[in-house]
C-alpha cells in the first residue's frame, strides 16, 4: 500500500479561498446581515457585543449590518464605472494608433486631455452636480478613467500598428474590426487588462469618495460610514475601521487579481 501524502496548501489555494469569501460576503451581505441597514438596535457606539459584533453608529445602527449592505452596490457601481471607462478609452486609444493620422488623434485624444487636466473629484463634483444620481456617479468616474486609458492604449498599440503582419492585414483589405479583434488587441491585452485593473481601483476610490462627500449610491454605502464615524471614533474606533478596512481590501484584492489575470494573459500569448 502506498502512503496518501498529505495536500499542501498553497499561496494560490489561500488566495482562492480568501476571495472567494470576500466574494461571498459581497453578493450575499444583504442576506447575511443580521440587522436592517437603517434601523437602530443599541444605543450610539455601543461596544462590540453577541447582537452587534463590531458595535453601533452614532445613530445605534449595527456597524456589521450596514457595512454588508454597502458593499454590493459600491462593488457594482465601481465595476459598471470601470468598465465603461476602460472600453471608451480602449477605443479612442486604438482608434487613435491605428488611424496614424494627427487630425484623428487630436480630435480624439485632446478632449480627454482636456478632462485629465482636471483633477478627478473635480470631475466627480462637477458630473454629480448636473446629473445627482448612480447614472451621474458612473458617468463621472468613467470621464476621471477614461484619458488615462485611452493613453495607455494608444502608446501600446502604437508599438504593435507598424509591424509586418498588421501592414499585410491591411494591404489584404481586412476591416477595422478584424485588425482591431484579431492582429492588434491579442497583443496588448495584458496591458488592457492590467489598465483596467487599475481603473476598477480609482472607481472604488472615487466611488467611496462620493459617499463620503454624502453622494453616495446608498445609505449604508462605505463611504457615507466612514465620515459618520469620524466624529466618535475615540469612542467607537470599529465603525470606522470596518468600512476602512473593506475598501482598502477591496483595493488590495482587485490588484491582485488583475495581476493575477495579467499573468495568465502573458502565458497563454507565449
Not at 454588508?68 to 471608451?88: E, I, R, Y
Not at 464615524?229 to 491582485?256: E, F, R, T
Amino acid at each position: 500500500m502506498t502512503e496518501s501524502r498529505p495536500r499542501r496548501i498553497t499561496t494560490k489555494t489561500v488566495v482562492l479561498a480568501v476571495g472567494g469569501l470576500a466574494v461571498a460576503l459581497l453578493l450575499f451581505g444583504p442576506l447575511l446581515a443580521p440587522h436592517a441597514a437603517t434601523t437602530p438596535v443599541a444605543p450610539p457606539y455601543a461596544p462590540p457585543s453577541a447582537a452587534t459584533p463590531f458595535g453601533t453608529d452614532h445613530l445605534g445602527r449595527d456597524v456589521l449590518s450596514r457595512w454588508l449592505h454597502g458593499g454590493l452596490p459600491l462593488v457594482l457601481t465601481s465595476l459598471a464605472a470601470a468598465l465603461t471607462g476602460a472600453v471608451a478609452g480602449a477605443a479612442a486609444g486604438l482608434t487613435a494608433a491605428l488611424t496614424r493620422s494627427g487630425w484623428v488623434e487630436n480630435a480624439v485624444l485632446r478632449p480627454l486631455d482636456a478632462i485629465a487636466a482636471v483633477p478627478p473629484i473635480l470631475v466627480l463634483l462637477l458630473t454629480l452636480i448636473a446629473l445627482p444620481s448612480r447614472a451621474g456617479l458612473v458617468l463621472a468616474v468613467t470621464l476621471a478613467a477614461a484619458p488615462l486609458t485611452a493613453r495607455v492604449t494608444m502608446a501600446a498599440a502604437a508599438q504593435v500598428a507598424g509591424r509586418a503582419h498588421v501592414e499585410a492585414a491591411v494591404a489584404r483589405g481586412e476591416n477595422w474590426a478584424w485588425l482591431v479583434g484579431r492582429e492588434v488587441l491579442p497583443l496588448i491585452a495584458a496591458t488592457v487588462l492590467a489598465d483596467a485593473g487599475m481603473r476598477f481601483v480609482s472607481a472604488v476610490h472615487l466611488v467611496a469618495a462620493a459617499g463620503f462627500l454624502g453622494l453616495g449610491v446608498s445609505d449604508s454605502d462605505w463611504g457615507l460610514m466612514i465620515v459618520d464615524a469620524l466624529p466618535g471614533a475615540a469612542l467607537q474606533p470599529w465603525a470606522l475601521a470596518v468600512p476602512v478596512i473593506g475598501v482598502a481590501a477591496l483595493a488590495i484584492g482587485a490588484n491582485l487579481l488583475s495581476d493575477r489575470v495579467v499573468r495568465t494573459s502573458r502565458g497563454l500569448a507565449g
